[in-house]
């Protein structure tokens, strides 16, 4: 088995590439091991002590390490936790768990005004059909987190949270999209 790797727009991520599919459909991001214990994979990527994000997509997994940490030293580790997982064609999740499914952060999620459900679902299909298949080549996810007074709130994940081009990947690409089909958009701003 061959496990392509490639760079993202993130210094500190990595996208791996297993030749086959990850996840059946949606992203889940692991931020800490205490997140990843629903994954045997996520977990062994965790264990390697450098690693702070694993995202999984439907392609990729993208794995970041803390800043001061070089690929050089961990690229080696997560190939062989890659291949080995892989190889021996281990269950993504734990047995029982609902961890494949992506589900939002409670405790951030914004709710939306039952009269803005138009504009929410245009905003909803947009990011789902133009921006999430453009942020996923770069290793990353955006998942929409609320529509507020003319405000989009939209959380980064994967390569693209601590990315140093994410504000402006907000800023001059979504918003700029978003504010050209959907007029009542005023404002894009990370959740």
Known sequence: MFIETETTPNPATLKF???ERVMTSGTRSFTSPEEAEVSPLAQALFSLGDVTEVLFGQEFVAVTIAPGAQWADAKPQVLAILLDH??????LFAAGSAAGIMVPDEDEDFGDDPADAD???QIKDLIETRVRPAVANDGGDIIYKGFREGV???KMQGACSGCPSSTATLKHGIESLLKHY???VTEVRAA
């Not at 892989?86 to 269950?91: L, M």
């Open 17 to 19: 590439l297993p030749g």
């Open 152 to 154: 989009v709130y939209l």
């Open 182 to 184: 959907v007029p009542e």
């Open 119 to 121: 504009i929410v679902d």
């Open 86 to 91: 892989f190889v021996s064609q281990a269950p």
